[in-house]
């Protein structure tokens, strides 16, 4: 993963967060309208699960981006013990062999292996919560389509309902293919580690 993969993730998790809040205005609207039509109770019942969807999808992307963050620095450390041990290996060549340098050199590199056991279970977690992440949109697509089922029974406000699933599901749509880019750009060819 590189500096620019990670940033490339983390604008699309920020961008993630900023449209399951959408969502969740989108879910409260169309509760409202479906209340102010006062036949469509099956509709506020799918727009309350919505907005729940929401708020879950929004705080498993806040944490997605705390990794993120985490996996930010973790990738900073590894390139400065990179270099640390690159400099070690120059003056140890230079020097011909001091023995505390060949143990300073040495400890570098278990530094540098811990740091790269670090960075792969922290790649770990964050996989983990973009399946979680993607199995929540999964859920929300059942809603959006489950809101349209429901619109159909909102008498003079059907349009206006079908209007704001559709949106809704429009929405879902794009935050999956957003989290599939962040999948995609957890597994570049441009491996740190």
Known sequence: MTYQGIIDISNEIRFVMNTSREVNLAAQNASLAARRTGNVPGFQAVSLELKI????????????????????????????????????????????????LTNALSQAERRQEDLQKVFHTRLRDLERRLMHAQRLCNNGRALARSALIEASAGGKAEGILKNVAHDIERTIEDIHARLKIVGNGLYDEESVA
């Open 53 to 100: 969807f929401s708020q879950g999808l929004t705080t498993a992307m806040s944490v997605m981006a705390s990794d993120i963050l985490a996996i930010a620095q973790g990738v900073s450390g590894m390139y400065r013990q990179q270099r640390m041990c690159r400099q070690q290996q120059t003056t140890l060549r230079i020097s011909h062999y001091s023995q505390v």
